[in-house]
Structure formats: C-alpha cells, structure tokens
C-alpha cells in the first residue's frame, strides 16, 4: 500500500513570496489534516478536511493560507505572502475512516525556510 | 494550542534500559494516542488508548492512561539504539470530529 505523498520536500523563499505544497493521501482515506511543525515543538492542526469539505479550520491563519481538497483526494496547501515565522515543515496525514478512531499516517513532510 | 505536555522534555538512557515519558492533556478525551517520529521523517503511530481503558500492551510498549488525572505514560522496556526518536501522544477531545492534537514531545537518546 503506497504512503502519504508529500512533495516538494524542500522549499527556501524569500520572505512575502509564496508557497505551495501538495499531497496525495492513501487511496480511500477520507479524512486529511494538514499540520504545522515548527522546530522543536509538536504538530499544530492547520485544517482538517472530511472528504473535500473542511471540520475544523480554527487555527489556520486565513489572512496567508489557504487550503483546498480537490475532489476529496489530493490536496493543496497554500502560503502568500510568507513571513519569516512560516519557517517549519507542513506535514499532510490522513485516516481512512471519519470517526476518532483509528490511527493517522503521515507522509515525510515538506520543509519550508523563509529568508 | 498544544492540548498535551510531555515531560521529560529530553531523556538520555543506555541501550537496555527501560525508558518512560508521562503525557498530560487539559480536556477530557475519546482517546489516546501515541506516536514517533524519527529525526527530519514523518510520525509513525504507535499505539491507542480509549479513554475507558487503563493500561495497553504492544510489543516492548506499555501504555497507561488515567483520565482522573489526565495524564498517560509511554514504557519502552529493553531500549535500542534504533528507539531514539521524538514521542509524542495526542488526544481527541471528546465532542470533536477527529480532531487529534499533539503535545510537546519527548526526545529519547539511547546510547551504546
């Protein structure tokens, strides 16, 4: 069974340029989150979605980031403008089913460095 | 937010050794989760813990959890080298939609 596909893995930008990121998750999983890691520190919940429609959104900092799931698989997951505190590594998981049970499998993530 | 805390922070033991990490979370859960991550890799999951269950066993992993004190604690027993790594545990608060919320983190180091 193939993983969680995050792509890229690395990303350096200049400060008020953007950012996308894009993963795939397991085929048939119907809940994907997107987490935000800043070094050091434990995954913080940017947006969780249910199929393509979006649970829970309260952390994600609308005014920069955007996210989108198309046709409930693959995902996208936008910054614009990035500012320096952006810096951290977007990591995509999904879980099959939609109740709380159940583990989450997370892809590799993608690196972001904000110069 | 950060709904867990792990404690310690940081823990450094010999190959061998048992080594134990203590979670505490605010709100009252669904479950229990317990993860790993390996150093620039993603999370792995470990084990879960439903909140009506007290102690779990998987491998050379314990688990225990006592929702009157909202707190679990992650056992290795016998570590190896290849248990070095960052654990975290992570909760679904009752009343979410499968929200899961990590801690902080423990980063474990098992020397030769």
């Known amino acids: 069974e193939a993983g969680v596909a995050q792509s890229p893995r690395y990303k350096i930008i200049e400060k008020r340029q953007s950012v996308a990121f894009w993963c795939n998750p397991i085929?048939?999983?119907?809940?994907l989150y997107w987490y935000q890691q800043i070094l050091g520190q434990g995954p913080k919940l940017l947006i969780q979605?249910?199929?393509?429609?979006?649970?829970?959104d309260s952390q994600l900092p609308k005014d920069r980031f955007s996210a989108e799931r198309l046709k409930g698989v693959d995902s996208t997951l936008k910054i614009q403008p990035a500012k320096l505190e952006d810096s951290a590594v977007y990591l995509c998981?999904?879980?099959?089913?939609?109740?709380?049970?159940?583990?989450?499998?997370f892809g590799e993530g993608s690196r972001l460095t904000v110069l | 937010s950060q709904q867990g805390e792990e404690d310690p922070q940081a823990l450094s033991i010999q190959e061998g050794e048992n080594a134990t990490m203590n979670c505490s979370y605010k709100?009252?859960?669904?479950?229990l989760q317990w993860y790993r991550q390996n150093s620039g890799r993603g999370l792995v999951h470990l084990i879960l813990i439903r909140s009506n269950e007290r102690e779990k066993h998987s491998g050379r992993l314990r688990v225990t959890l006592d929702t009157s004190k909202k707190s679990s604690s992650l056992l290795i027993t016998a570590s190896r080298a290849a248990d070095t790594a960052s654990y975290f545990c992570?909760?679904?608060?009752?009343?979410?939609?499968?929200?899961?919320?990590f801690g902080t983190g423990t980063r474990l180091q098992v020397t030769l």
């Open positions: 979605f249910q199929n393509n429609g979006v649970v829970d």
């Open positions: 992570a909760t679904t608060p009752t009343g979410t939609a499968s929200k899961l919320t």
């Open positions: 709100t009252s859960i669904n479950n």
């Open positions: 085929s048939g999983h119907a809940t």
């Open positions: 998981a999904s879980r099959f089913g939609t109740s709380y049970t159940g583990e989450l499998f």
